[in-house]
């Protein structure tokens, strides 16, 4: 029986009849005890099949984010050999993983000669968990963050408001900086210095005997 014990026969029956990836959210991510690399996450997968847990080593995982869940009883896509491959229970470096979040490769999003990526598929978020999995998904996904990084970008400068004096006279407070410019009166011409004593004694006429 490829469900481990405590897996509910409604969740495992709900599995075996969807055969297929479903839409997840990533409740908890923390890291795995024994594997730098690996994390163990908890995704709920819908009314179905609840929330499980699940190894993974995808390098975009966060808490939050809608991906794609491959539960037990489902296939994936090995994107190497190009074979499905059946989702069992199984013991990742002792800790339990009851399914696998998927990537392009994983759901045969990838055409032959591709290289798959370390990622798992991101979702829209507005995509409810439990729903089957299907390719326009992601690309529903990528339009959605286009759209939240248009809303991102600052929006242009405004520009500067005249006062409500230079407004109603019909002008800009720059025109107003201008002309106050050019009223300013130039700056007083440095006196001429006083000439030395002995060059004025010198030119004083001689006083009559």
């Given at each position: 029986?490829?469900?481990p014990a405590?897996?509910?026969a409604?969740?495992a029956?709900?599995?075996v009849?969807a055969?297929?990836?479903?839409?997840?959210?990533?409740?908890?991510?923390?890291?795995?005890p024994?594997?730098?690399?690996?994390?163990?996450?908890t995704?709920n997968?819908?009314?179905?099949?609840?929330?499980?847990?699940?190894?993974?080593?995808?390098?975009?995982?966060?808490?939050?984010?809608?991906t794609a869940l491959?539960p037990?009883?489902?296939?994936?896509?090995?994107?190497?050999?190009?074979?499905k491959?059946?989702?069992?229970?199984?013991?990742?470096?002792?800790?339990?993983?009851?399914?696998?979040?998927?990537?392009?490769?994983?759901?045969?999003?990838?055409?032959?000669?591709?290289?798959?990526?370390?990622?798992?598929?991101?979702l829209?978020?507005?995509?409810q968990?439990?729903?089957?999995?299907?390719?326009?998904?992601?690309?529903?996904?990528?339009?959605?963050e286009?759209?939240?990084?248009?809303?991102?970008e600052?929006?242009?400068?405004a520009?500067?408001k005249?006062?409500?004096?230079?407004?109603?006279?019909?002008?800009?407070?720059?025109?107003?900086?201008?002309?106050?410019?050019?009223?300013?009166a130039?700056a007083?011409a440095?006196?001429?210095?006083?000439?030395p004593?002995?060059?004025?004694?010198?030119?004083?006429?001689?006083?009559?005997?």
């Amino acid at each position: 029986e490829p469900w481990p014990a405590g897996f509910s026969a409604a969740a495992a029956a709900a599995a075996v009849q969807a055969a297929v990836p479903v839409v997840a959210l990533v409740e908890a991510v923390k890291p795995h005890p024994d594997a730098q690399t690996l994390s163990v996450c908890t995704v709920n997968g819908g009314k179905a099949l609840g929330s499980v847990q699940v190894v993974c080593g995808a390098t975009n995982l966060k808490v939050g984010m809608v991906t794609a869940l491959a539960p037990l009883g489902s296939s994936v896509t090995d994107h190497a050999k190009g074979v499905k491959v059946p989702i069992k229970a199984a013991k990742v470096r002792g800790v339990e993983s009851c399914g696998m979040l998927c990537g392009m490769g994983e759901l045969g999003l990838l055409s032959k000669g591709e290289a798959a990526t370390k990622e798992v598929v991101v979702l829209g978020s507005a995509l409810q968990p439990g729903t089957p999995f299907e390719g326009s998904m992601v690309n529903s996904a990528d339009l959605e963050e286009e759209d939240e990084e248009s809303d991102d970008e600052p929006a242009a400068a405004a520009p500067k408001k005249p006062s409500m004096a230079s407004a109603l006279m019909g002008s800009d407070d720059d025109d107003d900086d201008e002309s106050e410019e050019e009223e300013e009166a130039p700056a007083p011409a440095a006196a001429a210095p006083a000439p030395p004593k002995a060059a004025a004694a010198a030119a004083a006429p001689k006083a009559a005997a």
